[in-house]
Structure formats: structure tokens, C-alpha cells
């Protein structure tokens, strides 16, 4: 039994891990004291007796690397747009680590109606308790939005785990909200994040509407509000939406791509059209729906969007040459910055959370996770598992 004047302190010791921060320092040992990392050296580690690991680890040259930031989740499932039948299921907890992933924000979609925000909330917690890091956005597609509170603007003031607010343009499942309505939508997130102190991001799900971005540009460039309070994603829909996106980054937002299928091509294409590298970032939709075709295009079914699409998008990227800490940015410290959690996640450095992942430096596969210091997956099976997991 755990004495409470004395808390068990978890310590654990990684040896020989090829260290990308992201950027590449070569070999380091990391020692960490529960959800932090303590120690950050390339000179030999001798521990006193007091302090010897519970954990502890070679590496053998592999690479340790920051753990993924997932910002775009659908943690209650998602879909609906087939019917009852076509709801996805919720996630789980080896599903997010299984691929990587030690830092998510949840998120609502199309349906808003059947699926709820206080349900949102209870998933967030249950992650949480789970060992994951787990933000939320309030609101869903509609507007007016749907809150917790009376406001988006007391969402993100006054609930810790609401970090922004999220809706729907260029889509035909959106409430294909006006120009004035988003403006305002941007204004209560800005307050709400001020008083909060919090990012206050307008999250834009884009579709594949004519109109695009331009609503996004022309209130950056017509309105008080700072282009970074906009946060679009799924831009990769085509090269129209892509070239706009580019130009959003340079006015000051930061964009995202949804991983799996020609990313790592969209991103290749957003450096070319000279986007700022630091204000794109990928998330995977994972746990939204997912249509499957056959061979001659036709329908044939739904699946499951896959965390597992960013470490494959990463692979991808390295796989045509680019360098492994810039295809690491954009789900690492690129969403730490978005975030604000630059400080403390999205790096391996002295002082921050211990969110990390070791990839072998042959082939990128995957073998271990840790989240906020605990193991989660050794060897490339799960050690943690979620409540209903067992």
C-alpha cells in the first residue's frame, strides 16, 4: 500500500537513444522522474543506490523521439452521415498509443445531434485517467454552436480541458455559416482564450466547397482578428485548397493536413508553394468514417480513419529524402506551438513532460511509448492497457 506521506517516485533510465529533439543530437541517456524528464546527457549516467530505476533501458542507437500530438481526434467515434448504422465507434486507449500518439484533442463532427459535448468531456477524463494527454474543442458543425456553458467564450475561460472551439465551412454538411457569424464564432474564441489562457483556436473543418478558404482569408485580411486565431484543417482536399493554405501561413495561421492517403505529397507541396514549415502540422481524423471504393471507384463501404496514418505519413516523408526532424515537425513541436504546449510538449529537453517514442532507425517501426513517463508499449506491444481493454 502507498504510504501518502511518502508517494512512490517512478524513476526510469534510457540508455543509447539516438535523440532527435526533433532536431538530431546524437546519443543521449534520458533519465526520468515520473512525468518528467530529469536528465538529458551524452556523458555516462551512474545513479546513486537511492535512485535506481524501476525501468530501465538500451536503446542500442535507436532513435527517441518526441511522442505525437494528435489535434484532430474523433474520441467519441464519428460518421452518422450513412445513418444510425454508420457511427463510428469510440477509441481507445492502445489504438493512441499503439500508434504513437501521447497527446490528443477531441473533437466533434458532423453529428452533433446524437453525439454530445459533455459526453466529449467524460471521454476526455477517462483518457486522462488512462495516462494520455487530452484537451477538447468545444462546439461541433452547426451554428450556432453548441457549448457546455452559455458561450463558446466561457468554454474556453472557464473549463480547463477546452482549448478552442471547432465548426464547418465550404461543406454541405456544414450550417454554412455567414461571413458575420464566423467573425463573431473568432471573436468569442479569441476573448474566451485571453481570459482563459488558452489558445482560443477557431478549428475549421474545410470541405470541399468552391468556396475554399477565402471566408478565412478575408476575415484575416478585413478584421482585427489575428490570422492565428484560425486553425483550418483537412486542406489536402486539392491543390486550390493547398495554394490558399500556403498563403494563410504566410499571413500568420497555422493549417492542418490530414495524414494517410498523398500527404506527405501535400506537405511536399505546401514547402514549394513556400509556406512557413512552422505553421503546418498533421493529424490523422482518426476514428471518423472512412469510405472504401473498389477498384472502378464504386462504393462499397465505410471504415475507420487510423492514428496509425502518422507515423506511416512520416515514414513516407523520409522515404522521399526529407530530412527525419522535418517530417517530425508537423506532429510534434509544430501542434506544441499551435497549442501553446511548446514548453513542455512536442521536444525532449530537460525540464519537459516525458511524452516519447523509440523508432527503430532502420525501418521507423515502432517500438516503444512512453506517456508522462509511464511505459505504455514495450517491444511494440502494450503494457497499459484502458479499463475495458483488459
Not at 512520416?314 to 522521399?320: E, G, Q, R, S, Y
Request: hydrophobic residues 40%; negative net charge.
Amino acid at each position: 500500500m502507498n504510504d501518502p506521506a511518502h508517494p512512490t517516485v517512478s524513476l526510469s533510465l534510457i540508455r543509447n537513444a539516438r535523440v532527435l529533439t526533433p532536431e538530431e543530437i546524437g546519443i543521449c541517456n534520458v533519465f526520468l522522474i515520473d512525468a518528467r524528464i530529469a536528465v538529458l546527457t551524452k556523458q555516462k549516467l551512474q545513479l546513486p543506490e537511492q535512485l535506481q530505476p524501476a525501468v530501465e533501458m538500451d536503446l542500442e542507437g535507436d532513435y527517441l523521439v518526441p511522442g505525437f500530438i494528435d489535434g484532430h481526434v474523433h474520441i467519441l467515434g464519428g460518421g452518422g452521415e450513412g445513418g444510425p448504422c454508420t457511427r463510428t465507434p469510440e477509441i481507445t486507449l492502445t489504438r493512441l498509443t499503439t500508434a504513437g500518439v501521447t497527446t490528443v484533442v477531441g473533437v466533434l463532427g458532423t453529428d452533433g445531434t446524437t453525439r454530445s459535448l459533455p459526453a466529449l468531456l467524460a471521454k476526455c477524463r477517462a483518457l486522462r485517467h488512462e495516462g494520455l494527454s487530452v484537451f477538447v474543442y468545444t462546439g461541433a458543425y452547426q451554428v450556432p454552436t453548441p457549448t457546455l456553458l452559455s458561450s463558446v467564450r466561457q468554454d474556453i475561460a472557464l473549463l480547463e480541458p477546452v482549448i478552442g472551439a471547432k465548426t464547418a465551412i465550404s461543406d454541405h454538411r456544414s450550417s454554412q455559416p455567414t461571413l458575420e457569424q464566423l467573425r463573431h464564432l473568432a471573436s468569442e474564441c479569441r476573448v474566451g482564450g485571453m481570459l482563459g489562457d488558452k489558445p482560443g483556436l477557431l478549428h475549421l473543418h474545410v470541405g470541399s466547397g468552391a468556396e475554399g478558404l477565402s471566408p478565412v482569408i478575408q476575415l484575416a485580411e478585413e478584421t482585427e482578428i489575428p490570422a492565428a486565431q484560425f486553425y483550418p484543417t483537412h486542406v489536402s482536399r486539392s491543390e486550390t485548397l493547398l495554394s490558399e493554405a500556403a498563403q494563410l501561413t504566410r499571413m500568420g495561421a497555422t493549417v492542418d493536413v490530414t495524414a494517410g492517403g498523398r500527404a506527405a505529397e501535400a506537405l511536399q507541396f505546401l514547402w514549394k508553394q513556400e509556406a512557413d514549415p512552422d505553421r503546418i502540422t498533421l493529424s490523422s481524423d482518426a476514428n471518423g468514417s472512412m469510405p472504401r471504393f473498389d477498384e472502378e471507384g464504386e462504393f462499397v463501404g465505410l471504415g475507420v480513419a487510423s492514428p496509425e496514418t502518422l507515423l506511416s505519413t512520416v515514414a513516407d516523408l523520409h522515404d522521399a529524402g526529407v530530412p527525419l526532424q522535418k517530417a517530425l515537425a508537423p506532429v510534434t513541436i509544430n501542434p506544441a506551438r499551435q497549442l501553446d504546449m511548446a514548453q513542455t510538449k512536442g521536444r525532449i529537453a530537460e525540464g519537459a513532460e516525458a511524452d516519447m517514442l523509440c523508432l527503430s532507425r532502420d525501418s521507423l517501426t515502432l517500438r516503444h511509448v512512453w506517456a508522462k513517463g509511464q511505459l505504455m508499449l514495450r517491444d511494440g506491444q502494450p503494457v497499459k492497457l484502458g479499463t475495458f481493454e483488459r
